[in-house]
Each structure stands twice: as structure tokens, then as C-alpha cells.
């Protein structure tokens, strides 16, 4: 009950993190926000009955809705975009550092990325693919500096389309329902430079495949 107090005030409390963000200002809307959740967590530690218990744990929730949300909107505030991947990063790192978690077969402790050896991954329809060969050509450009032409060159034509290995495949295409839907198989695109641009992984592009 008291972990359903909990989510029940978040819910309802969320959707107006905007509107009070606007109203009485970021920091001042986060003060509040973390004073309430702070005595709200510490209350629940001295509840002495289950009613008094699920109350304080919808103080506690109404004061941690607007904590994750107005977290983000301070990052994007206080930090210049590039360096907004760093701190989003430090900013998740307490989140994974769990008293008591077990390291798991297939479980992901840490990512690494090259930013010096940036790809791009296409995804070609699967009527195309035949067209496509390692090693064409390729212009591409980057939303982020749309004024910026790239180039690259095809280094690996992915085995297998899109959606095959995802957490929701597609309909099994015995039953009776099945509705055939196009798949896109994805294409490794590595660039041949960033021309001093910082690009980062995540970041959307439009390319343009040479056939050849």
C-alpha cells in the first residue's frame, strides 16, 4: 500500500511539474520540491502504523515527481550542449551504484564510446538492400550542423533487419492476424572525418548512399 501511495502521487503530481517550473521558477519549484521529498523519505522511517505510513509516502511522492524532470531541465540549463553527454552521464552514475546489486550474465555495467571513430547506422529498406555494397560512398548530413557536408564510406551491412532481435518482434507471420510490414536492415556507415565538428553518439543524420 505504501509502495502504491508512492506511485499514485507521482502520477498525479508529475504532469504539473511544467506548469509550477513556469509559474514559480526552476530552482525555487526544485527547493520546495526536495524539501518536501526530503522530510517526506525521513517520516516514512518513523511511521509507527500502516495508514500513517501510506501518508507519508504520498508526501514523499508528491515531492519526487518533479525531481527527475527539473534534474534534466537544470543540466540542460547550466551546461553548453557539449558538454551535456558528460554530465547527463555523472548525473546516472548514482543511479547504477546500487548497495547489494549482483553482476548478471548479459547485465551492462559501463559503455564506452570512441568519439574518434564515429559511425553512422542506416537503416536501408529491405527492397534496396541488394543495391547496397561495402565499401560505396556516402554523403551524409548531421542535423546538428546542417550546414556541414559529411562523407563516409559503407563498412558493414548488419546480418539481420532492425526489428528481429528487439525487445517487441514483429507478429508471427503464421497466425491469422499477421500483417506484412516492410523491414529495414541496418547499414554501418563510418565517417572519413567530423571536420572539427563534435559529434556525439545519438545525434540524427540523412544519408545518401553512392550506388556504384
Given at each position: 500500500m505504501g509502495a502504491s501511495s508512492y506511485i499514485l502521487a507521482?502520477?498525479?503530481?508529475?504532469?504539473?511539474?511544467?506548469?509550477?517550473?513556469?509559474?514559480?521558477?526552476?530552482?525555487?519549484?526544485?527547493?520546495?520540491?526536495?524539501?518536501?521529498?526530503?522530510?517526506?523519505?525521513?517520516?516514512?522511517?518513523?511511521?509507527?502504523?500502516?495508514?500513517?505510513?501510506?501518508?507519508?509516502?504520498a508526501l514523499q511522492g508528491l515531492g519526487g515527481a518533479a525531481l527527475f524532470p527539473l534534474s534534466i531541465t537544470l543540466l540542460f540549463c547550466e551546461f553548453p550542449p557539449q558538454e551535456r553527454g558528460t554530465a547527463i552521464g555523472f548525473f546516472g552514475v548514482p543511479a547504477l551504484l546500487v548497495q547489494g546489486q549482483n553482476i548478471a550474465p548479459g547485465l551492462t555495467l559501463v559503455q564506452l564510446t570512441d568519439l574518434s571513430s564515429v559511425s553512422v547506422t542506416a537503416y536501408v529498406d529491405e527492397n534496396a538492400i541488394n543495391n547496397v555494397s561495402v565499401g560505396q560512398s556516402v554523403d551524409l548530413n548531421i542535423d546538428a550542423y546542417s550546414s556541414t557536408s559529411f562523407t563516409g564510406h559503407v563498412v558493414q551491412i548488419v546480418q539481420a533487419t532492425a526489428g528481429q532481435f528487439s525487445l517487441l518482434p514483429n507478429q508471427d507471420p503464421t497466425s491469422g492476424n499477421f500483417t506484412k510490414v516492410g523491414q529495414r536492415i541496418p547499414v554501418v556507415i563510418s565517417l572519413d572525418g567530423t571536420a572539427g565538428k563534435a559529434i556525439v553518439p545519438g545525434m540524427s543524420a540523412e544519408v545518401t548512399i553512392h550506388l556504384h
Open positions: 507521482q502520477g498525479v503530481a508529475t504532469p504539473t511539474a511544467a506548469y509550477f517550473a513556469d509559474t514559480l521558477g526552476i530552482k525555487r519549484f526544485y527547493s520546495i520540491s526536495l524539501g518536501a521529498f526530503t522530510p517526506g523519505s525521513a517520516l516514512c522511517g518513523l511511521a509507527w502504523s500502516l495508514p500513517i505510513l501510506i501518508t507519508f509516502r
